[in-house]
């Protein structure tokens, strides 16, 4: 199977000059080629954004929010399809990838509001006769860069809002699981989206450079590693652009002395091992304030010897493969290399799947300390670790000095400690007794210091303003009193 860009409404039909692999990654096969956009592939989408844009941004509001009601109700009938399409190639087991679904939906719905998001505001008689009043209006045509982990959810945290607020996009969907994103803009297309509006261009950094680069593209979203994010938002805004580059995260779960410690174990596996670790929200090191790590760390063990890891189309599978290949082995060099006490190593854990799948089972190290790469690195995989903590501060000053800033929980019974810690950490997403605090469509995601490059987070509010500029009108209607010649700066009287 070849998958190819979608360009003005349909399939690219042009030659490749290069491709890649998609691979099937319970089972280790090539489950298709992918071709890879260059300078004729990237012009063509961009062209064909641009050409849409003038009918597109002139669109009725009524229209705009009809075309997203209808594909809202597209991909609820067709939601077994994606999952379908997203465990093929991602790997994750189907209920969760029936979850990311259902989140992407928030973010659809909340953009089917797009009549009352757009609203302005209105002075009357700031002056004599003088009226004032603001509007919000599309920037054009806007680039979207995803990431391989929620090949359906994060393309779906900005699409929505874009051309609910009358932009054109060109979508740059992960290479490793690129179909989702064209089943997307197959079920706009069906929605009554006009062609060009959405356009996918599949590809690596030639792709995504030629976006940045490209003068008739006003703004980009991107979703992706760190180094990469840094590297969006410098060469972005440097061409003139507004950039938002959400990078990536090192997630801390802190565990208080009084915390219920069911709760707090069943937490740090489910946000460790869900998807394999790969999700920015996932909780990577959990924090144990003494004296409870000996307690914590022989919960979590125990819960971790119960978990099914396999092929994510099997019943009862909780835990799916790694991506690829070279993704496994980089985790793999962590367990390798740890220098911290390995706890459960995951290279032996029973899978049920093909041999051939790339497969790490859920691993903890206890007793990591911060100078390991086990803990400065995002390692993005099924590796839980475990740093012990001898107060509340020292846990405080662990989340605020570590480079990322994405997502953090506290786990306690006590309000006056969950609210200092909502107060005092550096970090834009926070938990209390609830470890993956991804927030709800209406209102925006996004973290702090190396996990977002830019001012604006992703979908819900922020989401229009980072799709619209404002422009304020202000308007007198003549009338016989006007007064002449006034070379003064206007003042309102
Ligand atoms: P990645 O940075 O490798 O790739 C992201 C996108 O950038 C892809 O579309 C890819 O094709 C493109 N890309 C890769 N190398 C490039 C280069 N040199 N120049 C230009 N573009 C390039 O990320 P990934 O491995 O696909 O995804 C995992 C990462 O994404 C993790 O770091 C994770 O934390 C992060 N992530 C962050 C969030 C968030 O909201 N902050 C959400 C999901 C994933």
């Given at each position: 199977m070849s998958i190819t860009h979608w360009i003005d409404g349909k399939p690219w039909t042009g030659p490749a000059a290069r491709t890649g692999e998609v691979f099937n990654p319970a089972t280790g096969e090539v489950a298709a080629t992918v071709g890879f956009a260059g300078p004729t592939e990237i012009e063509a989408a961009v062209a064909a954004a641009r050409a849409a844009f003038p009918a597109w941004r002139d669109a009725s509001l009524a229209k705009r929010s009809s075309v997203l009601f209808g594909f809202r109700e597209l991909v609820n009938a067709r939601k077994a399809d994606l999952v379908d399409i997203i465990t093929a190639e991602h790997g994750k087991v189907t209920d969760d990838a029936a979850g990311e679904v259902q989140r992407a939906l928030e973010a659809v719905e909340f953009a089917c509001g797009v009549p009352a998001l757009l609203k302005g505001g209105y002075s009357e008689n700031v002056s004599a006769r003088v009226d004032v009043y603001s509007i919000r209006q599309p920037l054009g045509v806007v680039g979207v860069v995803s990431p391989f982990n929620f090949p359906a959810m994060v393309p779906l945290w900005f699409v929505p809002n874009a051309v609910a607020c009358g932009n054109c996009v060109v979508l740059k969907p992960s290479e490793k699981d690129p179909s989702a994103s064209v089943f997307i803009a197959e079920l706009f297309a069906e929605a009554g989206l006009p062609d060009g509006v959405l356009n996918v261009l599949h590809g690596d950094k030639v792709a995504v450079d030629g976006l940045l680069e490209h003068p008739d593209v006003r703004a980009i979203s991107f979703v992706g590693s760190t180094p990469i994010a840094r590297h969006v938002y410098e060469t972005g805004t440097r061409h003139g652009k507004r950039v938002q580059a959400l990078g990536g995260a090192k997630n801390h779960m802190v565990v208080l002395p009084d915390a219920d410690l069911d709760l707090a174990a069943d937490a740090a596996v489910s946000a460790g091992f869900g998807s394999a670790g790969e999700r920015c929200m996932a909780v990577s090191v959990v924090v144990a304030v003494d004296p409870v790590g000996d307690e914590l760390v022989a919960r979590i063990r125990d819960r971790i010897a119960k978990l099914k890891v396999g092929d994510g189309r099997r019943r009862g599978c909780e835990m799916g493969p790694l991506v690829t290949a070279a993704h496994r082995d980089r985790v793999l060099s962590y367990v390798h290399g740890g220098a911290a006490e390995l706890v459960v190593d995951g290279r032996d854990h029973e899978i049920d799947g093909a041999p051939g799948g790339f497969w790490l089972g859920p691993t903890l190290f206890d007793h990591?300390?911060?100078?390991m790469p086990l803990y400065t690195d995002e390692i993005f995989g099924p590796v839980l670790s475990v740093v012990r903590s001898s107060s509340y501060s020292d846990a405080l000053d662990l989340v605020n000095t570590n480079a990322y800033g994405n997502g953090t929980a506290i786990f306690t019974n006590d309000g006056g400690a969950a609210r200092r810690f909502q107060n005092e950490v550096e970090v834009g997403m926070v938990g209390v007794n609830v470890p993956i605090p991804v927030p709800v469509g209406y209102y925006s995601f996004g973290g702090w210091k190396d996990s977002l490059f830019g001012d604006t987070h992703a979908y819900g509010p922020d989401g229009v303003h980072f799709f619209t500029r404002t422009k304020v009108v202000t308007s007198r209607w003549l009338d016989p009193s006007h007064g002449g010649v006034n070379l003064g700066f206007p003042r309102n009287t």
């Amino acid at each position: 199977m070849s998958i190819t860009h979608w360009i003005d409404g349909k399939p690219w039909t042009g030659p490749a000059a290069r491709t890649g692999e998609v691979f099937n990654p319970a089972t280790g096969e090539v489950a298709a080629t992918v071709g890879f956009a260059g300078p004729t592939e990237i012009e063509a989408a961009v062209a064909a954004a641009r050409a849409a844009f003038p009918a597109w941004r002139d669109a009725s509001l009524a229209k705009r929010s009809s075309v997203l009601f209808g594909f809202r109700e597209l991909v609820n009938a067709r939601k077994a399809d994606l999952v379908d399409i997203i465990t093929a190639e991602h790997g994750k087991v189907t209920d969760d990838a029936a979850g990311e679904v259902q989140r992407a939906l928030e973010a659809v719905e909340f953009a089917c509001g797009v009549p009352a998001l757009l609203k302005g505001g209105y002075s009357e008689n700031v002056s004599a006769r003088v009226d004032v009043y603001s509007i919000r209006q599309p920037l054009g045509v806007v680039g979207v860069v995803s990431p391989f982990n929620f090949p359906a959810m994060v393309p779906l945290w900005f699409v929505p809002n874009a051309v609910a607020c009358g932009n054109c996009v060109v979508l740059k969907p992960s290479e490793k699981d690129p179909s989702a994103s064209v089943f997307i803009a197959e079920l706009f297309a069906e929605a009554g989206l006009p062609d060009g509006v959405l356009n996918v261009l599949h590809g690596d950094k030639v792709a995504v450079d030629g976006l940045l680069e490209h003068p008739d593209v006003r703004a980009i979203s991107f979703v992706g590693s760190t180094p990469i994010a840094r590297h969006v938002y410098e060469t972005g805004t440097r061409h003139g652009k507004r950039v938002q580059a959400l990078g990536g995260a090192k997630n801390h779960m802190v565990v208080l002395p009084d915390a219920d410690l069911d709760l707090a174990a069943d937490a740090a596996v489910s946000a460790g091992f869900g998807s394999a670790g790969e999700r920015c929200m996932a909780v990577s090191v959990v924090v144990a304030v003494d004296p409870v790590g000996d307690e914590l760390v022989a919960r979590i063990r125990d819960r971790i010897a119960k978990l099914k890891v396999g092929d994510g189309r099997r019943r009862g599978c909780e835990m799916g493969p790694l991506v690829t290949a070279a993704h496994r082995d980089r985790v793999l060099s962590y367990v390798h290399g740890g220098a911290a006490e390995l706890v459960v190593d995951g290279r032996d854990h029973e899978i049920d799947g093909a041999p051939g799948g790339f497969w790490l089972g859920p691993t903890l190290f206890d007793h990591v300390t911060p100078d390991m790469p086990l803990y400065t690195d995002e390692i993005f995989g099924p590796v839980l670790s475990v740093v012990r903590s001898s107060s509340y501060s020292d846990a405080l000053d662990l989340v605020n000095t570590n480079a990322y800033g994405n997502g953090t929980a506290i786990f306690t019974n006590d309000g006056g400690a969950a609210r200092r810690f909502q107060n005092e950490v550096e970090v834009g997403m926070v938990g209390v007794n609830v470890p993956i605090p991804v927030p709800v469509g209406y209102y925006s995601f996004g973290g702090w210091k190396d996990s977002l490059f830019g001012d604006t987070h992703a979908y819900g509010p922020d989401g229009v303003h980072f799709f619209t500029r404002t422009k304020v009108v202000t308007s007198r209607w003549l009338d016989p009193s006007h007064g002449g010649v006034n070379l003064g700066f206007p003042r309102n009287t």
